[in-house]
Nanobody
Framework: QVQLVESGGGLVQAGNSRRLSCAVS????????MAWFRQAPGKEREFVGF????????DYASSVRSRFTMSRDSAKNTMYLQMNSLKPEDTAVYYC?????????????????WGQGTQVTVSS
């Protein structure tokens, strides 16, 4: 019912910035919340940030709160993740997620729509 496509990943030097995009299509009116998660090799999937699709309020993991910013453009059906002051430990596959059900916004188990992921590699 909802399709998500991430873009904007790539190789970036530590200290620089990168912006990821998530294009949303399908029955967007059913979306309650959207989020970014990331997964590094050998590690569990990690919550990055959340946005209320209707109101735009956000919350973030403490590890990225002062450096990352989420936003959405309803007219373009696109969600963004602005990443500043990138560190090598930010290297991961970044996934866009959405849900049309209630739940805990920081739990990946409570999202039922996922993008394919985009690789972000931060060199030291």
């Amino acid at each position: 019912q909802v399709q998500l496509v991430e873009s904007g990943g790539g190789l970036v030097q530590a200290g620089n910035s990168r912006r990821l995009s998530c294009a949303v299509s399908g029955r967007t009116s059913s979306i309650e919340a959207m989020a970014w998660f990331r997964q590094a090799p050998g590690k569990e999937r990690e919550f990055v940030g959340f946005i209320n699709w209707r109101l735009g309020n956000t919350d973030y993991a403490s590890s990225v709160r002062s450096r990352f910013t989420m936003s959405r453009d309803s007219a373009k059906n696109t969600m963004y993740l602005q990443m500043n002051s990138l560190k090598p430990e930010d290297t991961a596959v970044y996934y866009c997620a959405a849900r049309d059900i209630g739940g805990i916004y920081s739990s990946s188990d409570h999202y039922n729509f996922w993008g394919q992921g985009t690789q972000v590699t931060v060199s030291s």
